[in-house]
DNA sequence: GTAGGGTTAG
C-alpha cells in the first residue's frame, strides 16, 4: 500500500502516513521492504525532515544492513539536495553493488556536480563492478551539463563497446547530451533511429532543435509527435514556445499557447516565462509588460528579468526603471540583476546612475558574476574568465587575439562600445571587449586547433554584441566553424553568419 | 511485495 500510493501521478504525503499510522499500531514490525518504500516516498516528495525519522528508525531497527535500505537512503538524501550526506552514507556502506554505485552516481549528476560524477563512475569499475544501462544514463547525462562534446562522445562509445542496452532512458539522455553539447545533428540521427518515442523522448528532440534555433524543425517534429498521437505535456510546450521566441514567431507563438488548453495541459512559471520572452524579444514590450500584469500567477524573478532584458535591449529606460524595481523587491541579492540595471541605464548614456548601481552592489556585498568560458582540447577543458591572463599559453593567445583584432579591424569592424558598461573612455572600452572570455577561449581554438576541427565553446552568461559580431567575423576570415553555447542557447557561426540569424 | 535512469522558461 506504501508503495502503491507513492506510485501515482501527483506524489502526496499519503505513504508517509501510512507509514505513521503503521508505527502507532505497533505491529507489525516494518521490515526491509517497507522501511526501504516508504523511504523511497519520501524522497519522491523531497520530504527529508520526515526521511531522517525514518533514518533515525532504521538505525534503531538494525535495517541498515540491507542493502536496499542503504541504497534508497542513499537516494533519499540525494534527492533531498543533501549530497554530501548521500556521500557519507554511501562511503560507509561496506558492500556496494551496481544500485548503489547508480543511486550516488546519479545523485552528483543531478546537481551538475559532473567531475564528481565522472570520477565516481571510473572508482565503480575499478571496483570491479560494470555499469549498465540505467548507470549510463546518469553519466550521459553528466556530460551534457558540461557541453563537453568529446566526452559524449566517448561515453557513448563506452555503452556501444560494453553492448549496454540502448533503451528509451538511455536514447533520450543521448538525444539531449548531444544537443546539450552542440552536435544536432547527432541528436536527430539518434532520435531518427529510435524504435519507439514517448512524450519525453519527443519532448527531448524540440527541446534540443530550439536551443539551437531551429524553430521550423521544432515545430515539425512537433506536428509529427501530434501525428504519431503522443501525447504533449507541459515540457514539450516549453520546447515548442521556445522554439518561437528564439525564432521571433510570434504569432504562431500565441497560437501554440492558446491551443495548450486543447491539449488540456496547464500553463506553468515556465510557459509565461517562455511568452514574455517572445514578445519582448520581438519588440513588443508594452503587450509583455501587459501580459506579466495580468498573469494568474505571481510572476517570478525569472519572468521579471526577462521582461527588464527587454527593456534593456530596447533602450526603454522609465519602463525598465520599474521593471527593475519589482525584480529587486523579489530577489535584492542576485549581482544579474544589478548588472542588468546598470547596463540599461549605460544604454542610455546614463552613467551617473551606472555609478549609483554600482555603489549599491558594493554597499550591499554583491559581485557580478565575471564571465567564463571554456573549449575542450585535446580531451581536456579550457577555461578562461573574463580577462584572464593565468593560462600558460596565455602570450600566444595575446598574440592570436592581436591578430584578430587587426583582420577584424580590416574588414571595417567597429566594436560596440556600449556593450561595456563602465564609464571609461573609447579605447579602453575597445581593448575592455577583447578581454570577454569567450573571445580568449575562441583564440585558444584558434591558436591550437586546425580546421575544419570546429571551435566550441561553452559559456555562462550570454554573449555580447560585440563579441557576436566578431566571432562571425573570425569565422569568415579564419575560414572556421565556432559554436558557442551561451546561458540559455546555442550560435553556430560558419562564413560570416549566424545561425541565430542576430535574432537573440 | 524490495533500491538506481531520460524532456522544463531568462
Redesign the pocket.
Known sequence: MI?GCSQIQNPSKEPIFLFKKLIKRGYPNP???????V??AC??ISASQEGRQIHSHVLRTGFNS???????MV?LY??CEEIGLARKMFDEIPER???????II??Y??IGLVNEALSLFREMQMAGIS????????V??AC?STGALDLGKWVHKFVDKYVI?????????L??MY??CGCIERAKKVFDEMPQ????????MI??L??HGLAEEALEVFSRMLEANVKP????F??V??AC??SGLVSEGWRFWSSMLEFGIEP???????M??LLC?AGFIEVAYKFVETMPISP????W??LL?GCKEKGILEKGEFVAERLLELEPL?P??YVLLSNLYAANFQWEKVSYVRKKMKENGIQAIPGCSSIEVDGFVHEFVVADRSHQESYEIREVLRDVTDRVRRVGHDPWTSAVLHDVEDEEKKSALCEHSERLAIAYGLLKTKAPTVIRIVKNL?VCGDCHEVTKIISKVYEREIIVRD???FHRFFNGTCSCKDYW
Open positions: 508503495r521490515n526491509s521492504f517497507t522501511l526501504a518504500f523511504l523511497k524522497a519522491i540491507s542493502p536496499f535500505v542503504q541504497t534508497a537516494n540525494a534527492k553493488n551496481l544500485v548503489t554505485w547508480s543511486t546519479s545523485g549528476a543531478r555499469p549498465d544501462e540505467v548507470t549510463m544514463v546518469s550521459i547525462t551534457a542496452k540502448v533503451d528509451l532512458e538511455l536514447s533520450t539522455a538525444v539531449n544537443a546539450k518515442r514517448d512524450t519525453k523522448a519527443w519532448s527531448s527541446v534540443g530550439a536551443i505535456n507541459q515540457v514539450t516549453v520546447g514556445l521556445s521566441a528564439h506553468v512559471m515556465e510557459h509565461y516565462g517562455c514574455v520572452d524579444r517570478n524573478p525569472i519572468v528579468r526577462t532584458m542576485n544579474e540583476n550570454r546561458r540559455v542557447r
